[in-house]
């Protein structure tokens, strides 16, 4: 009986600890360095894609595209074998949706129901906004990106999607939340067509 007890338990302790690892990890991806440059930088003006070790230019677009097909071709697979391990896991959907929860949970439990709601609204926008730059630093030099936020030198471009990517996770995570799931993703409308009768798949207990 100890054993099934606790079973969930460390499962859902494991889940809480690899989803904030996955968080940590996203949003310290723009900050890594690498030979002097940031190590991950998508950088579209200029036409230079630098990814740790490599920099690929508009001629090493064969290569590009094939990183993204073997992705592509790994995640289907993994449904193919281990059934919703992304989308339980590792969707940024998900993870969201857990932190905004998280966060929301931990405030009721320090602060006032009148003072609650407010102060959990404002933790998500910060959040959101956080990681639009994030999102946007992936594309942008992350320090400048910073810098400009305080100085009033974003690029008109910068600001729209800084303002949309944080929107987007804002009303994502924090009001659509499972109906991104079951209405907008393309992958979850694709998971039937990658699985067999030997694939893993959730059930509910009816109790």
Same mark, same amino acid.
């Given at each position: ?136 630093? !992936? ?5 400048? !990106? ?62």
């Amino acid at each position: 009986m100890s054993i099934t007890a606790s079973s969930p338990l460390r499962a859902w302790r494991w889940r809480r600890t690899l989803g904030l690892a996955l968080l940590v990890l996203f949003h310290a991806l723009p900050w890594l360095q690498w030979d002097g440059r940031q190590a991950l930088l998508l950088d579209l003006n200029a036409r230079r894609f630098d990814l740790f070790a490599w920099t690929l230019w508009p001629d090493d677009i064969g290569v590009l595209l094939g990183l993204l097909a073997v992705m592509a071709v790994g995640l289907a697979l993994l449904t193919h074998l281990a059934g919703r391990v992304w989308c339980g896991h590792a969707c940024p959907q998900t993870l969201w949706t857990r932190a905004f929860d998280g966060i929301a949970q931990a405030l009721a439990r320090v602060l006032q129901a009148k003072l609650a709601r407010p102060a959990t609204q404002l933790a998500w926008l910060l959040l959101s906004l956080w990681t639009g730059i994030t999102f946007v630093g !992936l594309f942008s030099p992350i320090r400048e !990106l910073v810098t400009g936020a305080f100085d009033g030198a974003w690029s008109g471009w910068e600001t729209f999607w800084v303002l949309f990517y944080a929107g987007a996770t804002w009303g994502n995570a924090g009001f659509l939340r499972e109906q991104v799931c079951r209405s907008l993703c393309p992958f979850a409308r694709m998971q039937p067509l990658l699985t067999d009768p030997h694939t893993p798949r959730m059930l509910y207990d009816p109790r």
